[in-house]
Each structure stands twice: as structure tokens, then as C-alpha cells.
């Protein structure tokens, strides 16, 4: 594998590096499983300069984009991990999502931010609720509108605010039953689910409803990234080292299956993304963490490829980016 190095491209283009991530509909990753491939380590060089990307990546092939929580987001090529920008100053960005043009999308305090496949400045500002605190976003295959978890509104509890087709101001609704929302996802059907911390901790709204179904889940784990696998709605851990593929049934949602990521040291707050069968996750934010793992999906174990940012990162969220070629 043919990797760039990030700090000397950065400096021969006179800028710096950080950036984060999109989904998509790509390929599964190269190589067979055990057979780990790894990327070089990324130099950063933020302080030269802003936001970057390497020229024609905007109607390439898919992109991985990794976000750091000191601010800034890589940009690989996926699933080969040749780095190809950074995408930087986000105030504690996080989690990310991304619809089927491959736009990305980046919750950041009170405001989304929206990302073309391969740009290195944002198409679009959405202005969520004032003063609320974005975690997770998903976007509606059937409808195009995004939907974005707020952990918290001010001093009080979070809600979910959905823009229709990504635009305008936000509907809001609210759990009564979650006080503070995590993750939010979308199946095939237009249903949003959700994830938080209350005296209900999993949730549905019914597409063109405007009221919460809590849903009795019958696991110990915390709840973490949730994401539509194309048979499945799927609920991760809180860390991202085990995937549950769930059936809905009234108030229950029934596991059906499992799957393990191994490999990483999985240790605190994490994000996955299932890409096909794939799944990309990063290691979690409680010590450095600076690899990006891709594991095949459903049958989890090692991963087949990592990809390395720069020394002492912090990645937590990511997302994969469709190309043209989709």
C-alpha cells in the first residue's frame, strides 16, 4: 500500500492538518481477515494553517474521515487509508454521520455543519436548537432529513431535533422518559431510533409520529452508535466493541445476533460505522488512541486493516463517504 504523508503534503500546500468523516455505500475492505495492514502515522501541522484536502479527492472513491477531539478531522482514502486532508478547529467535534451523495455531517455545539464528499469547507451551517449540545446525527434514506441528538439544551435535558432534508430550522421532540439523548439512527422505513440516559435508555419514533416508544433492550451494556446494516437496526456499546442487531417487536427490541470487535483495546466512548460488510471504530477517548480499525461485518474478531493518525490523537468519530462511482 502507497500511503501520503500528511505533514509534508500539508506544508507543500502551506496549510495544516485536521478532519473527520462521512458514510457511504463502498466496498468492503481488501485482504483477508488476520491479515492486518497498517497506514503510516500522520504528521500534523495544524499551526501552519487551516483546513485542507488533496486536490480531485472530491470525485474519487470513497473517503474515511476519522474525528479527533482536540479538533480535528483526517481524511483517508477508504478502506486503503491513503491520507488525504485534515479538517481542523471544531470545538470538541465528535460524532459523525453522512447521507448517500456523501455529504458529511459534523455536530457541533448548537450548529451542524455540512461537508460536500471530499471539500475542505463546509456547504451548509444548520442552526440547531440555542444553546443545545449536538452528539449524534443520522440522516433518512427514504426522506433525506437529519436528525441530530442534542445531550443537553442549555441546563435542562436533550432532545432530538430533525431537519427536514437537512435544511431550515429543526422539528424538536423530546422523551420524557430520556433525559439526556446519545445516538440517534434511521432503518430503511423512515423509523428514528434513539439512545441516552433516563429512566428509559432505547427509544423509537415512528416515522410520521411525533411520540417516543420506549423500548425494553435486554442487555447490561451501555448504549452507543446506532446504524441500519441494510436488514437490521443495530444498537453498539457505549465503546464500540459489540454490535447488537436488533428485531422490533411492540415495546421489546429482541437481539438477535452479536458482534465483536477485537484487536483495539476498546476502552471508553466510541463511534462505529457499518459500511456494507464492513464496520469501521476507533479504540475510544479515555487514553491516546491515534488508529482507525475496519473489522468485517457481522463477523467482527481482528480487523483487517488499521490506519494511523497523527502521535497522541484522540479519535472518536467516524463515518465513510460515498464517491462518484456510487
Known amino acids: 500500500m502507497k500511503s501520503l504523508d500528511f505533514g509534508r503534503f500539508a506544508l507543500s500546500m502551506g496549510v495544516g492538518v485536521a478532519m473527520l468523516a462521512a458514510c457511504g455505500g463502498s466496498q468492503p475492505p481488501a485482504g ?74 459534523v455536530p457541533i455545539g448548537d450548529q451542524i455543519l455540512e461537508y460536500a464528499h471530499g471539500g475542505s469547507q463546509p456547504i451548509a451551517t444548520l442552526q440547531d436548537v440555542a444553546n443545545a449540545k ?49 445516538f440517534c439512527g434511521y432503518d430503511n422505513k423512515g423509523n428514528l431510533f434513539v439512545d441516552g440516559l433516563g429512566t428509559s435508555h432505547f427509544a423509537e419514533l415512528p416515522s410520521g409520529s411525533s411520540t417516543f416508544t420506549d423500548l425494553a433492550v435486554h442487555t447490561n451494556d451501555s448504549f452507543g452508535q446506532i446504524q441500519w446494516d441494510g436488514k437490521y437496526i443495530t444498537l453498539a456499546t457505549r465503546n464500540a466493541a459489540t454490535v447488537y442487531r436488533l428485531r422490533i417487536s411492540g415495546s421489546t427490541a429482541k437481539v438477535i445476533s452479536k458482534t465483536r470487535l477485537k484487536g483495539l483495546g476498546f476502552r471508553s466512548d466510541s463511534q462505529s460505522w457499518i459500511e456494507g460488510n464492513a464496520i469501521v471504530a476507533t479504540p475510544g477517548t479515555k487514553t491516546y488512541n491515534e488508529k482507525v480499525g475496519i473489522w468485517s461485518y457481522p463477523a467482527g474478531g481482528k480487523p483487517t486493516l488499521t490506519h494511523t493518525a497523527r502521535a497522541h490523537a484522540h479519535l472518536f468519530g467516524v463515518t465513510v463517504s460515498a464517491g462518484s462511482s456510487h
Not at 477508504?78 to 454521520?97: A, S
Not at 452528539?135 to 433518512?140: A, H, P
Not at 433525506?144 to 422539528?171: E, R, W
Request: proline letters at 6%.
Open 134 to 182: 449536538a452528539y449524534g446525527c443520522s440522516v433518512d434514506s427514504t426522506t433525506g432529513n437529519l436528525a441530530v441528538a442534542n445531550v443537553q439544551v442549555g441546563d435542562y435535558s436533550g432532545d432530538i431535533a430533525i431537519f427536514q432534508k437537512a435544511q431550515g430550522s429543526p422539528t424538536v421532540y423530546s422523551d420524557q422518559n430520556m433525559l439526556r439523548l446519545l
Open 32 to 105: 483477508a481477515a488476520g491479515a492486518l495492514a497498517q497506514s503510516p502515522a500522520i504528521a500534523t501541522r495544524a499551526e501552519h494553517g487551516g483546513s485542507w484536502m488533496r486536490p480531485a479527492v472530491s470525485s474519487g472513491g470513497d473517503l474515511l474521515y476519522a474525528a479527533d477531539i482536540s479538533g480535528l478531522i483526517y481524511v483517508f482514502t477508504y478502506p486503503q487509508g491513503n491520507p488525504v486532508g485534515v479538517l481542523q478547529e471544531f470545538p470538541l467535534p465528535g460524532t459523525l454521520c453522512s447521507d448517500s451523495q456523501g455529504n458529511v455531517f
